[in-house]
């Protein structure tokens, strides 16, 4: 088997007649933090969701460690190790957070192991830990957010998807948010598909990145290589030269090269 | 709607609809007959409003009246940086009516053209279309001291800018006011004095090696073109037409501008180039004028569809278009076509062919021409089964346009077409170039002498460096251009543009490049369709991520082998392309590779892909 973890080819995935991704190949390789990045709209939820099998593709295939996983049940992919973050981090808001991370286990019977993992989560977030017997619901967003990875963490995947942890974040908290998920990433090994809107926090941690645009890749590469092209600087990193007259209302077009 | 055997709509028409020997004279007789009738048309937020030939005269003398309040002097230069606007035709017309010279620069020029450009024709006034193209002007305007203002049409965005040598185009018109109560009667005076012999226009041509050329033309010579054109495909004050070329280019200058000016017919200008293919669908022309990309781009759209729609559909679509083949081949043969075979025409048209027509937007089209650039024959045998009277003209910019045309009832896919009556034409003995000598042909090239002299001689003859063949009905065809013309080293001379038109009618290929000239064997350089080829790939499964990685997929490969089979097979008795090289970066008018009607250059490409090219001998 290759180093890739999870493999798509030519996915299609529409809501009715909208067709939200339309073919879209990309590969995540074992041990790396690939990420997606793109606009409202573009798709970068729906790649997720049909990875996960809250949508069943049109067209395509989605394939976990050498097995196909297209549109096969949620909880069947949860089992063979891959786990999904959501947007909006959905916790159980009337749950405990120590309850919040149970349901994490939901698949699993270890119960020893699930008390270590649970217990390895509550390092990684200290503050989870302190909040144990707190209801979900009455935690910040932040830490909701660190609630939902830890969530997936229980789950003992050796994938994560990640959907936007950036989502209504101060810069200051979503900078430790992308640590720990940059330690997770080393230290657990996990592979991660992060899916951003904040560009640059997303090239700085990821290894290998994705630009998605109205459902399609127009452009891959090495972070370092991304961070580097002119259409990332100017349409995602929002560096751009003002011209002449020290200010520019209008877009360059795009070219992806 | 006529069919294609009762072309009788198309007959020339010799009537001299407005009277003047430079093109203000005649703008300034067309408001005088046409007052409030509307000629104008663009689309502002989604509406299209319409401006009629009073509010387009209020609009052209203002402004020329406020070139005359900045001190422009009659002879001097302006140049007009813009897409295909109304206000590029208000700055033109009003340039011309102050007694000007206007130059066009195209939108996707680059700054530093920009200044060579506004250099070489000495510009002393720069009109721009918004901000984006300011800061080109701006970025080169400390190099151009003769530049005395840049008017700015669309302020939007710069209404904090404090600069003495900006001006919105608003601002100008309210200068000409002013100026204009001072002094009524001097732009009247202004056209009263100009000599139908004086230089009106400069048209750069694209130039696919060195510095582009500015070809000069005077009043007279575009007069007698415009004229002409009426003479050979009248058009009337109800035809709707479709402006979206650019208007830097000869072909929508001519047969857009100047032609809609002198006939009347409404001119629809479309919200930018992007949004062709649905304003074409809104504006339905009734005569549409464009270059053989947009009509390939209009047969690949419909073919996709066709890939797409369900097999009974499909059934429809070929039997509609085998009975319209079978009209079109009777028509062209000059044979009458049998009363059944009408009936069963009118038949496919109901059925599918007028739907087709629909799709594309010509379902009121009465004719259509194609010029600028060869056509596919199978391309326009296509557009005549829809029942679409496809007439390729032939012309350049240094004739103003069109130099041979052809005749409705003449239609020869693969022919340009008989002399236009206002010049002579003429194959040059030895060489086989097609001359050209007439009153539409130009004065020169701007600053270049020598090369003026090289290319009309002391008879007259514009030598085209186009190579052609006629036939004893005086019927021109043109081989290719006399230096793109490649000899093998087998000593075989092949006409790359006979294979790269097959090519390109393929829905997968934009552009092709043969390249062989003293080489073994043929090999070409291809620039994939993106939007057909994704879809291929998307259908077949292929994965691909980028532009680049879709033309390395081996399927992809191999769908363009298929399509340079099909072609190979119909030049199978010579010889035969071996190799081909699919260009991976997505090229746009911005690069240097395009042209900015995006046709590869030839020169330039198979310098900068010498590797690659070397790669297909290796």
Not at chain 1, 28 to 43: F, K, Q
Not at chain 1, 166 to 175: A, C, H, I, Y
Not at chain 2, 569 to 595: C, G, P, S
Request: aromatic share 8%; with cysteine; glycine share 8%.
């Amino acid at each position: 088997m290759s180093d890739d973890v999870l493999v798509l080819s030519n996915v299609e995935s529409a809501y009715g007649p909208i067709r939200a991704i339309r073919g879209v190949s990309l590969k995540v390789r074992r041990g790396e933090i690939s990420t997606v990045l793109g606009s409202n709209g573009a798709g970068k939820t729906t790649i997720l969701k049909t990875i996960s099998g809250i949508i069943d593709p049109r067209r395509g295939s989605v394939h976990f460690k050498g097995q196909d996983i297209t549109a096969a049940d949620p909880a069947k992919i949860v089992r063979l190790g891959l786990c999904h973050v959501p947007e909006g981090r959905e916790v159980f808001p009337l749950l405990s957070v120590h309850d919040n991370l149970l349901m994490g286990a939901y698949t699993r019977s270890d119960r020893d192991a699930v008390a270590r993992d649970i217990e390895r989560a509550y390092g990684y977030f200290p503050i989870l830990k302190e909040r144990e017997k707190q209801d979900a619901g009455l935690l910040s967003g932040g830490q909701q957010q660190m609630l939902a990875i830890a969530r997936a963490l229980v789950g003992a995947p050796e994938m994560i998807l990640l959907d936007e942890p950036s989502l209504g974040l101060s810069p200051k908290l979503t900078r430790e948010i992308f640590e720990i998920v940059v330690r997770i990433n080393r230290e657990r090994g996990t592979t991660i598909l992060l899916v951003e809107q904040n560009a640059n926090m997303a090239l700085n941690a990821a290894d290998h990145g994705y630009v998605l645009e109205n459902g399609r890749i127009v452009m891959e590469d090495r972070c370092a290589v991304l961070r580097e092209k002119d259409d990332v600087k100017e349409f995602y990193l929002g560096i751009k030269d003002t011209g002449v007259r020290g200010e520019r209302r209008w877009k360059k077009k795009k070219t992806w090269r | 709607m006529p069919n294609l055997w009762d072309a009788l709509e198309l007959q020339p028409n010799t009537d001299t609809v407005l009277a003047g020997e430079t093109l203000p004279a005649v703008f300034w007789s067309g408001v005088a007959k046409r007052g409030d009738s509307v000629w104008l048309r663009e689309k502002q937020l989604g509406i299209w409003r319409s401006w009629s030939w009073n509010q387009v005269a209020l609009a052209v003398r203002e402004i020329a009246h406020g070139l005359m309040a900045l001190g422009f002097a009659p002879g001097e230069r302006v140049s007009i940086l813009s897409n295909t606007v109304v206000e590029w035709v208000l700055a033109d017309l009003a340039t011309l009516s102050a007694g000007g010279v206007s130059s066009g620069i195209y939108p996707t020029d680059a700054a530093a053209q920009v200044q060579y450009l506004c250099e070489d024709s000495a510009t002393v006034l720069l009109f721009v279309e918004g901000d984006e193209q300011l800061d080109k002007a701006l970025e080169v305007r400390p190099a151009l001291p003769q530049l005395r203002k840049i008017v700015v049409f669309d302020m939007e965005g710069l209404h904090d800018l404090d600069d003495d040598g900006v001006i919105g185009l608003d601002a100008l018109r309210a200068l000409g006011r002013a100026h204009m109560a001072r002094e009524p009667k001097a732009l009247d005076e202004r056209i009263a004095a100009l000599d139908p012999q004086a230089l009106a226009i400069l048209v750069y041509t694209s130039g696919t090696t060195g510095k582009p050329k500015g070809a000069m033309h005077s009043h007279r010579s575009l007069v007698t073109a415009m004229r002409g054109y009426h003479h050979i495909t009248a058009q009337y004050e109800s035809d709707e037409r479709m402006c979206f070329l650019p208007l830097c280019h000869i072909a929508e200058r001519m047969g857009g501008e100047y032609f809609a000016m002198y006939s009347g017919s409404k001119l629809n200008f479309v919200e930018n180039p992007d949004t062709v293919p649905e304003n074409v669908r809104e504006i339905a022309p009734t005569v549409a004028t464009a270059v053989p990309r947009v009509w390939e781009k209009f047969y690949s759209a419909v073919t996709i569809s066709v890939k797409e729609a369900s097999r009974l559909q499909q059934l429809a679509y070929g039997w509609g278009l085998s009975v319209g083949m079978q009209v079109a081949d009777k028509v062209l043969a000059g044979e009458p076509v049998p009363a059944a075979l009408k009936a069963q025409f009118r038949f496919a048209r109901w059925l599918v062919l007028d739907n087709v027509r629909k799709l594309i937007g010509v379902d009121k089209a009465r004719v259509c021409v194609t010029g600028a650039a060869p056509i596919s024959p199978d391309l326009v045998r296509w557009y005549l089964a829809l029942g679409v009277p496809m007439l390729e003209v032939w012309g350049m910019t240094e004739t103003a346009g069109i130099s041979t045309y052809t005749p409705a009832n003449r239609i020869r896919p693969g022919c340009i077409g008989i002399a236009a009556p206002w010049n002579e034409v003429r194959i040059a003995p030895g060489t086989g170039e097609i001359l050209v000598r007439g009153p539409n042909v130009f004065m020169g090239y701007l600053n270049l002498p020598e090369k003026t002299a090289e290319t009309i001689d002391s008879e007259g003859w514009l030598h085209t460096g186009d190579v052609g063949t006629v036939d004893a009905e005086g019927v021109f065809r043109i081989t290719d251009r006399m230096k793109d013309i490649i000899i093998t080293a087998g000593g075989k001379n092949i006409t790359p543009s006979e294979w790269e038109n097959e090519l390109k009618f393929s829905p997968y290929v934009t552009d092709a490049v043969v390249i062989g000239d003293k080489r073994a064997f043929l090999t070409v350089l291809i620039m994939i369709d993106q939007e057909n080829v994704e879809k291929f790939a998307q259908d077949h499964d292929v994965p691909f991520s980028n532009y680049a990685s879709l033309t390395r997929a081996p399927e992809v490969r191999a769908l363009i082998q298929g399509e340079i089979d099909k072609v190979n097979q119909k030049f199978a008795r010579v010889e035969q392309i071996k190799k081909f090289h699919l260009l991976e970066a997505q090229l746009t008018a911005e690069d240097e590779e395009l042209t900015p009607t995006m046709k590869l250059k030839r020169k330039l490409v198979q310098q900068k892909y010498a590797p690659q090219i070397d790669a297909m001998y290796s």
